[in-house]
């Protein structure tokens, strides 16, 4: 970077206290433009959002305080959004706004929005309450897409509002966004929305890109935001993106329905995707409804398949919308109510390496506590050393930690320039941090690994909490804090020696209590009677998770039949493929490997063995040799009873869809992966279809696409 110093204020700059007003406005403007320059230009952000926000609502406070301060170039009056260079700019028919941000998230917040709109609508108490929509606001970027009798002839980025890129090319591959209305041909209809990407989409893709060694996005709007802006549009094809529709722009010839909610759902007949978690708030405990609303997709937030950053507040009669008109860019009949942010910036304190079960090497940044996503981190992953280095991440920096969903939170970016004097760069360590062994890597892969296996405790305790856990052979109450002291104490080295532990041992151990031992005990004995899947996913045989353990299980019925297969009888099983069958003999070829499974089972282990007839017998279900994959939510089934349900009915769930998937079983919000069926000509099933198909026992149901 040319002016590294610029961004030294990224965080509160100790200097900015000792500056005067006119001094400190003119260090705002430049690190606004600066930041703004990475962010709109760049798409290499230097900050999170957030800060950059606080930054800018300093410099609008020190400019409504004293006005002289204000400049024709501050930032503040300046819309951001340079177009780029290859892209041509189109002048937008009616400007696209943004939102007023309320900071007050409280019901006193949606409170003194209503009465705020009352007041200006010169309404009294005697007067009637105002009907709200409440609607999700999706953190991607706002796109315009413009249909002309029912056709999208252009699709432009919102840009400085009054003028943005036109980037039709790229929305066009926006499997979700319709080229042509449905059932509709008005003269013009611009659709106003969100253009994001889903947090699975945008997570392969990120590791995608760490295992081919290239740059990672730093958060889904950045990835969405990149791929519309992508100059080639077949790159763009191959960074999936989905879209919402929340507003309209210009519109000749359509009769506008009279509110926001059933003018989203007019879209939606058109073939818009339009987000289902969405409300209207009547009556007079309409700020008390949004407020509800806002607490209710907080609760959910971590669990919907994309990020949001807040919820929006309409003013659901567009007769009043337009009575109410705006202030500068915004409208007085909209308000965001945010959420506590997904990034935020904190400081590295350490660089920690964990050992997982397969061994890898993680590095981990021991992070000052902040709290970021609705919870505190403390830790964050760094995924390999050549993500690090690539970050440029080194003890003392200033990073953007970003915790969204249930991913595990993930160290983005360096701050520039607040690096301390001098920190040595970090290595990868040649030897195990846990148990000395060497440490390699192999040809052609980014991590690193221990070699120490079981010798090694970090890979035991991963190796136990793996076998424990309920999707395996569940021990319950055996967590990661029992598990350590278990090692650390020598009790427990291999698998078999847990069932060798009794009250008297385990009530021994610091901080356990009589019952927790007996509790554990019965725990362990319950855990004996497994079946074989589960058994086999628990053994932790690289590359063997639940679904290829099921598979094994079917296919050979009996743990020695597998244990003794060569690998072209692995091969033979459904969806092994070479590196499945070479992981599976090579755990079974080292002896220590075999002996953990006689001791289990001298150790009273036992599973339900399927005689091999039983697998001739799945022959006859309903789903066999079926691949299914789920996506949204089913009005009855959760995603685990549906999973269930498939599965003892032979069939298969895939995480993803491709060719080789038979059916795709859609429910509400279903999002790419029902567009992508769409695409490949995939039949799509609604709950009561996946009803039909798993009782039409033996039969083959009339769709089905010939096996490949
Ligand atoms: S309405 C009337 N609705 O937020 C104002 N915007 O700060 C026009 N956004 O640029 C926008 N979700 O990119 C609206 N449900 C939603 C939204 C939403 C996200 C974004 C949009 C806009 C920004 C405004």
Redesign the pocket.
Known sequence: MSQPDLFGGAAPAPAAAELSAPERAAQLRELLHAHAHRYYVLDDPSIPDAEYDKLFAELQAIEAAQPELLTPDSPTQRVLGKVLDGFTPVRHAVP????RTETDTEASGAEAFDARIRRELGLTEADAPVAYAA????????INLRYEHGVLVTAAT?GDGEQGEEVTQNIRTVGQIPLRLHGATPEVLEV?G?VYMRRDDFEALNERQRAKGEKTFVNPRNAAAGAVRQLDPAIAAQRPLSFFA??LGEVKGWDVPATHSAMLDALQAMGMPVCAHRTVALGATGPQGLVAFHQRMGALRDTLPFDIDGI?Y?VDSRELQERLGFVSR??RW?V?HKYPAQEQLTQVDGIDIQVGRTGKLTPVARLKPVFVGGVTVTNATLHNLFELRRKRVRIGDTVIVRRAGDVIPEVVGVVAGERPAYVPNFRMPAHCPVCGSTVVREPGEVDHRCTGGLFCAAQRKQALLHFAQRRAVEVEGLGDKLVDQLVDSGLVRTLPDLYKLGVMKLAALDRMADKSAQNIVVALEKSKQTTLPRFLFGLGIRHVGEATAKDLARHFGQIDRIMDAPEEQLLAVRDVGPVVARSIRTFFDQPHNREVVEQLRAAGVTWTEHEPSAAADAANLPLFGKTLVLTGTLPTLSREEAKALIEEAGGKVAGSVSKKTHYVVAGEEAGSKLEKAQALGVPVLDEAGLQALLTTAGATPPEVPTQE
């Open positions: 696209m706004l943004s939102i609607e999700l606001k999706f953190d991607g970027l706002a919102r106003r969100e929340y507003g929006v309409k915004e409208p909209a965001a």
